[in-house]
């Protein structure tokens, strides 16, 4: 549409208009029994991450102890409130992301963004596997300074992991919320939160990517 292809970043006047109404989620999450929805524990962070699709992203995440609650949703784009429908046609601007609350006390950033870059290709743009569009981009969204800092240091030094082992350059994009798109992240449908344990034969794409986060011996 509007000779756009699916790979091609849009602009804030070609998105889709979306809607005024949220999407409606249920309110706790089907594994951890936690609340989907803000508000959250004193103390604990906020952070969005891209991986391809959001199914097997989210099952990633909520493995992690010290995670308090994930959720699949859109972002760093401009349509408000868009359909999975809409997100497809990469009109909307926005990437599938996974939310995901977490307690800084019990997991490191570190921690996090070693399962983040280990667990998907973030040299491909605009794709994972065989699935082709701006909205499957590896993207971290930030909600504070110092967890932007720490993104930052983190591609440095998988990016010398990749060299190490003769990939290629690193695609992701990061951004503060704030500078990703219109700074909001709407909820996914309730159907695709938690997918992965609903459907537990589900299509999922991610797994170990050949190269560590963590220093190799050789």
């Known amino acids: 549409m509007f000779g756009l292809g699916k790979t091609e970043m849009i602009t804030p006047a070609q998105a889709l208009p979306g809607r005024e109404t949220p999407m409606a989620v249920t309110g706790t999450h089907v594994v951890l029994g936690t609340p989907l929805t803000e508000p959250w524990p004193e103390g604990h962070e906020t952070i969005y991450?891209?991986?391809?699709?959001?199914?097997?992203?989210?099952?990633?995440?909520?493995?992690?102890?010290?995670?308090?609650?994930?959720?699949?949703?859109?972002?760093?784009?401009?349509?408000?409130?868009?359909?999975?429908?809409?997100t497809c046609t990469a009109r909307t601007g926005h990437a599938e992301v996974v939310q995901v609350v977490f307690d800084p006390t019990l997991v490191t950033y570190d921690q996090l963004f070693a399962a983040f870059w280990e667990n998907h290709d973030p040299t491909t743009l605009h794709?994972?596997?065989?699935?082709?569009?701006?909205?499957?981009?590896?993207?971290?969204?930030?909600?504070?300074?110092?967890?932007?800092?720490?993104?930052?240091?983190?591609?440095?030094t998988y990016q010398e992991r990749l060299t190490h082992q003769g990939f290629g350059a690193i695609?992701?994009?990061?951004?503060?919320?704030?500078?990703?798109?219109?700074?909001?992240?709407?909820?996914?449908?309730?159907?695709?939160?938690?997918?992965?344990?609903?459907?537990?034969?589900?299509?999922?794409?991610?797994?170990?990517?050949?190269?560590?986060?963590?220093?190799t011996s050789a």
């Open 127 to 156: 794709r994972q596997g065989g699935d082709v569009g701006t909205q499957y981009r590896s993207a971290i969204f930030t909600t504070t300074p110092e967890q932007y800092a720490a993104a930052e240091a983190s591609r440095a």
């Open 49 to 86: 991450v891209g991986m391809g699709c959001f199914w097997g992203a989210e099952r990633i995440f909520w493995q992690i102890p010290g995670v308090y609650s994930t959720a699949a949703g859109y972002m760093g784009g401009w349509t408000k409130h868009p359909t999975y429908e809409e």
């Open 171 to 215: 695609t992701t994009q990061i951004a503060d919320r704030d500078n990703a798109g219109d700074g909001t992240f709407y909820y996914a449908e309730d159907y695709h939160q938690g997918y992965l344990h609903k459907n537990p034969g589900g299509y999922c794409n991610h797994g170990f990517c050949q190269v560590s986060y963590a220093p």
